[in-house]
C-alpha cells in the first residue's frame, strides 16, 4: 500500500497548505538521492520478492453465509510478532492493507539469485498461508481472492457495520467506515483527501454482464440506501455503480519487485517489463464480480484507477479550466498504466504526450538529471500530496525521503521505478504490478517465477520488448475485457533481438522454430517503428506463432538449458511454466472464468447477473477447499507436485553465503 508513516493525519484543508512544501522537497529529497547514488553499482545481486495480499473470511455453515472479517488489526498484532523478535531470521512479514479484512504477507527477506532460490517461493509462500490460518477459528478462513463477490452488499462483513452516506471519510452507500483499516490514519486518510479533492465521491461504473434475464436496461434505484442525488447522477444504465475507494483498494493482487544491480539496468527493467503488464494481466484475470453483480470485466485494473480518481472535473476535461486557475487537464487516474519509457534507447516509443510539471523540469534538467528521467518524475509530481502527517512537514532533505516517497507512493501505475532508501544497503528497484491474485500459493508461485525468469531472460539475452506506449495502453484496455486470454488480440513485438544482443540469444530463437532477421533487430532508425509489432493471441505471445514467433515460455525453456540448475529446481519450475502455458492456450480457465462458469451452473443462479448469497456461499466455501488443498480443480489447475522447500540445500546455502560475502553472486 505504500508509505506508512506514523503521526497525526491532516485534513485536505490542511494538507493543501503544503502541497507546494512537500513537492519542493521531494523534489530536493529525489535529487539528494539521485546524485548520491546513480553512478553507483550498489548492489552486485539481481534479488526479488512478492506481495500477496489476502481476504479474512467468516463462515457461516448454518446460515450458507460468507461475510468478510474484520479482524486485520488483531491478527496482524499476532502475525508480525515473530518478525519484530527475530527481524534479521524471520521467513515471513506481513503489512496492513486498505481494508480491516486484509492482511499482506511478504518473505522476511528478499529471495537472491542463485536458480534454487526459485525453489524456496512457494515453500514461502505457504508458511505465510499456514501462519495465517493458524490464528483463525475453526468458521474462519482466509483466502487469496481477488474481489469478494460481495462487496458493498448488505450485511456483507462480521461484525455487521451500516454504512454512513452522510458522514465518514468516504460516504459511500454501501461500504462501512469500519470496513476500512483503522489501525493506521494513513487509509481513512486517503479516502477523505481523494474524496476532498476531487470535490465529490469517486466514481466506478462497471459494465453489467447481460445475462439472458438481466434487466435491460439494467439500473438501480439507491434511495432506500440514503442516496441524495448523487448516486443517481452519477451511476450509468447497464453498469454496477460503486462510490468508494474501498470497492478498488478493498481488492487484492499480487506484486513482485526486483532489485537490479545499477540504476541503468533497473531502467531496462522497468522498460523492457511494461509491454508485458497486459499479457499477465489477461493471464491472471480474477475478479468477474462486483457488488454482487456478475460484470463485463475480468479483471480489477480499472475499478482502481476509478476509486482513487482524485482528479477534479477541470483536470478530468469534464468542466472548462478558468483563466488563471493552475489547474491543468491530466488524462489519466493516479492509479493506471505508464506514460513514458525510462531508457534513452526506448524514447522513440514514446507517443503520448506527458503532463508534466515544467518547473519542475527545469529544476531536475539544472540539477543534472536526463530528460527521460527528469519527465519521469516531473510526471508523478504532477499530482497532490494526499495524506500528510504533521510530524512529517518539516524534514532533512539529506537524509529523509518521506516528502518524495508521499507522492511516489500515490501514484499507483503498472510498473514503478523505486529508488533505495537512504542509508540502506538496498539497491535501485522495480516493481511489477498488474498481476491478479491467484488461489493457490503453487499458482501465485507460478507467476512470480515466470516473471522473475522473464528478468533473466531479457537482461540475458538483451532482448526488446518495446513498442508504442499507445500501444500499451491499448492493451491495457483489452485485457480487462471478459475472457481476454481467449478471445483478445494484443500489440506485441515481432522481432525480439536487440543490435545487442549475444549470438546464444539469437541461438535460442532458432532453436524455439521461429525466424531472426538480425536487421529487422537492431535499432536502425530509418526502420519504422511500426512495423516492429503486430497482434497475436496471449497463446500466440506465451506458446510461440510457428515460425514467426519463440513464444515466452519456449525462450525461458531455451536460457534455461543454458545456466546451472539443480534438477529439483528444474522440476519446479517446469510445472510452474506448464500453468502458464495451459492458461494461455485455453486448455486452463483463468479464475475469473472459472467463477464465471461457477456461478452460470450454480442451482440458485437466475439467469439475471445476480450472485447472491447461496452461490457466493458454496464459491467461497470450494475456493478454500482448493486453497489448502483438500480438493482439485482440473479446469483451473494442472496436477502439480513441484520439490519447493523452505531452504537452499545446506551446501548451496554454504555457498551462496560465501559468494554475498564476496561480492559474486551474480556469476
Not at 353 to 378: C, F, N, R, T, W
Request: proline residues 5%; negative net charge; glycine residues 4%.
Amino acid at each position: 500500500m505504500g508509505l506508512l508513516s506514523d503521526g497525526s493525519p491532516l485534513s485536505w484543508e490542511e494538507t493543501k497548505k503544503w502541497v507546494d512544501h512537500v513537492r519542493k522537497h521531494g523534489i530536493l529529497q529525489f535529487i539528494h538521492q539521485y546524485k548520491k547514488l546513480s553512478k553507483t553499482n550498489i548492489c552486485d545481486e539481481l534479488k526479488y520478492g512478492d506481495e500477496v495480499e489476502y481476504n479474512l473470511i467468516q463462515l457461516d455453515h448454518k446460515n450458507r453465509k460468507v461475510k468478510l472479517l474484520l479482524d486485520a488489526s488483531t491478527i496482524l498484532d499476532d502475525l508480525q510478532r515473530d518478525e519484530k523478535a527475530n527481524p534479521e531470521t524471520n521467513r515471513t512479514a506481513w503489512r496492513p492493507e486498505y481494508a480491516s479484512y486484509m492482511v499482506e504477507g511478504t518473505p522476511g527477506k528478499p529471495y537472491g539469485s542463485l536458480m534454487a532460490h526459485f525453489n524456496i517461493v512457494e515453500a514461502n509462500m505457504r508458511k505465510r498461508r499456514e501462519e495465517l490460518l493458524t490464528l483463525l477459528k475453526p468458521d474462519q478462513t482466509a483466502l487469496a481472492f481477488t474481489s469478494f463477490p460481495r462487496v458493498g452488499c448488505k450485511g456483507f462483513t462480521e461484525p455487521h457495520y451500516e454504512p454512513t452516506p452522510g458522514a465518514g471519510s468516504s460516504k459511500s452507500l454501501f461500504f462501512p467506515e469500519e470496513a476500512i483499516m483503522q489501525a493506521h490514519p494513513r487509509f481513512s486518510t486517503l479516502t477523505r483527501n481523494i474524496r476532498e479533492r476531487r470535490g465529490e465521491k469517486v466514481v466506478i461504473n462497471v459494465p453489467v454482464f447481460k445475462d439472458k434475464k438481466t434487466p435491460s436496461p439494467f439500473t438501480e434505484d439507491f434511495n432506500a440506501l440514503g442516496d441524495d442525488g448523487e448516486a443517481a447522477a452519477a451511476s450509468k444504465s447497464d453498469h454496477i455503480y460503486l462510490d468508494c475507494m474501498g470497492f478498488g483498494m478493498g481488492c487484492s493482487c499480487l506484486q513482485m519487485t526486483f532489485q537490479a544491480c545499477c540504476i541503468t539496468e533497473a531502467r531496462q527493467l522497468y522498460d523492457q517489463l511494461t509491454p508485458l503488464c497486459p499479457i499477465v494481466m489477461a493471464l491472471s484475470a480474477a475478479s468477474p464480480i462486483y457488488r454482487g453483480y456478475l460484470a463485463d470485466i475480468d479483471c480489477r485494473w480499472s475499478v482502481i484507477a476509478g476509486s482513487v480518481d482524485d482528479r477534479t472535473k477541470e483536470e478530468r476535461g469534464e468542466k472548462e479550466i478558468s483563466e488563471g486557475s493552475k489547474a491543468r487537464r491530466i488524462y489519466k487516474s493516479r492509479y493506471d498504466s505508464i506514460d513514458s519509457y525510462l531508457s534513452q534507447e526506448s524514447c522513440r516509443y514514446n507517443d503520448i504526450d506527458v503532463v508534466i510539471d515544467p518547473e519542475i523540469y527545469k529544476q531536475l534538467q539544472e540539477a543534472g538529471i536526463d530528460k527521460l528521467m527528469s519527465q519521469h518524475i516531473a510526471h508523478l509530481f504532477i499530482r497532490d500530496p494526499i495524506s500528510l502527517f504533521s510530524e512529517k512537514i518539516n524534514q532533512n532533505d539529506e537524509e529523509d525521503t518521506d516528502h518524495f516517497e508521499n507522492i511516489q507512493s500515490t501514484n499507483w501505475q503498472t510498473m514503478r521505478f523505486k529508488p533505495p532508501p537512504p542509508n540502506s544497503k538496498i539497491g535501485w528497484r522495480v516493481e511489477f504490478r498488474p498481476t491478479e491474485v491467484q488461489l493457490t500459493d503453487f499458482e501465485n508461485a507460478a507467476f512470480t517465477v515466470f516473471i522473475v525468469l522473464m528478468t533473466r531472460v531479457i537482461l540475458s539475452f538483451n532482448l526488446n520488448f518495446l513498442i508504442h506506449i499507445s500501444k500499451v495502453d491499448e492493451n491495457m484496455k483489452t485485457a480487462q475485457v471478459r475472457d481476454a486470454v481467449r478471445q483478445g488480440k494484443f500489440y506485441f513485438r515481432k522481432d525480439l533481438l536487440s543490435g545487442t544482443s549475444p549470438q546464444m540469444a539469437a541461438d535460442c530463437i532458432k532453436r524455439c522454430g521461429a525466424k531472426c532477421d538480425a536487421k529487422k533487430c537492431d535499432n536502425d532508425k530509418k526502420y519504422n517503428v511500426e512495423d516492429e509489432y503486430t497482434m497475436m493471441t496471449v497463446d500466440e505471445i506465451i506458446n510461440g506463432k510457428g515460425n514467426e514467433f519463440p513464444g515466452l515460455v519456449p525462450l525461458i525453456d531455451k536460457y534455461l538449458d543454458n545456466v546451472e540448475c539443480d534438477v529439483d529446481t528444474r522440476c519446479t519450475i517446469s510445472q510452474y511454466l506448464k500453468l502458464i502455458k495451459m492458461r494461455a492456450s485455453g486448455e486452463l480457465m483463468t479464475m475469473a472464468r472459472w467463477i464465471r462458469e461457477f456461478v452460470a451452473n450454480h442451482p440458485s443462479y437466475k439467469q439475471n447477473s445476480v450472485v447472491n448469497d447461496d452461490i457466493t456461499y458454496d464459491l467461497i466455501c470450494k475456493c478454500d477447499n482448493i486453497s489448502r488443498g483438500l480438493e482439485d480443480c482440473d479446469e483451473l489447475i494442472p496436477l502439480y507436485n513441484t520439490r519447493s522447500q523452505d531452504d537452499l540445500p545446506p551446501a548451496l546455502t554454504k555457498y551462496y553465503n560465501a559468494l554475498s560475502t564476496n561480492g559474486k553472486t551474480n556469476g
